[in-house]
């Protein structure tokens, strides 16, 4: 079946520095992939869709300059988040549309110290 | 490492049936799950969750869950569905801060 692979999949990083989360989809081309955080205890919350090609939506209240998501091609889409700070310590997770359905990547773990 | 797996990947169903959507997670310990469902071209919604307490857990649009800890179950039912219930519907566990989800079942309702 389609697969996302979704890395890192766990990274802690100073506060003010930028991370980058990768996702590619192994087998199939990803027209649209979904980025999704999760705080505890909480579900997941869009943060933004990103179709290839072309500008990523964001959700009311995402920073797009602090969240940097690029879909420059079929089969992979990136999160930066860009001077991370302690509060932006969350699990991130992607999904992609495939020709079924839709897919998830294993989520990134994210802790900012 | 935990993993969920949804025993259906495609339903069909007739409206007014009952459904009954199977998920079973593997980790044994502290475990948070959720419903999800995602209408086509639109992104995920939350249906319900079970973090502790009553392990029948009521969501919206008519459908519960019932979390069984001796079966690591956490079926999805609704009794009637209706034709804007298809949609793909995902199971997931949180534990340690990390979320995993099933593959996904896709329900489609004939009118």
């Not at chain 1, 705080?39 to 869709?49: D, E, G, I, N, V």
């Not at chain 1, 420059?72 to 079924?100: Q, R």
């Not at chain 2, 044994?28 to 992104?43: A, E, I, K, R, S």
């Not at chain 2, 039912?77 to 793909?88: F, G, H, L, M, Y």
Request: hydrophobic share 35%; aromatic share 12%; glycine share 8%.
């Amino acid at each position: 079946g389609a697969v996302v692979s979704q890395h890192p999949s766990w990274v802690i990083c100073k506060s003010g520095t930028s991370v980058k989360i990768e996702c590619r989809s192994l087998d199939f081309q990803a027209t649209t992939m979904f980025w999704y955080r999760q705080f505890p205890k909480q579900s997941l919350m869009l943060m933004a869709t990103s179709n290839e090609g072309s500008k990523a939506t964001y959700e009311q209240g995402v920073e797009k300059d602090k969240f940097l998501i690029n879909h420059a091609s079929l089969t992979l889409s990136t999160l930066t988040v860009t001077s991370a700070h302690p509060e932006d310590s969350s699990f991130y997770i992607c999904s992609a549309k495939t020709g079924l359905g839709y897919t998830f990547g294993s989520g990134t773990r994210l802790t900012v110290v | 490492a935990q993993s969920v797996s949804q025993h259906n990947h495609h339903v069909i169903l007739s409206e007014a049936a009952s459904l009954e959507l199977g998920c079973n997670y593997s980790y044994g310990g502290t475990v948070n799950l959720f419903w999800y469902v995602q209408y086509p071209g639109q992104h995920l919604q939350l249906l319900l969750k079970y973090f502790s307490g009553d392990p029948l857990v009521k969501g919206i649009k008519g459908f519960e869950a019932e979390f069984i800890k001796s079966k690591f179950s956490f079926n999805l039912r609704k009794p009637s569905v209706q034709w804007s219930d298809t949609a793909e519907y995902f199971c997931a566990s949180t534990n340690a801060g990390k979320s995993t989800f099933g593959d996904g079942t896709t329900l489609t309702v004939k009118p």
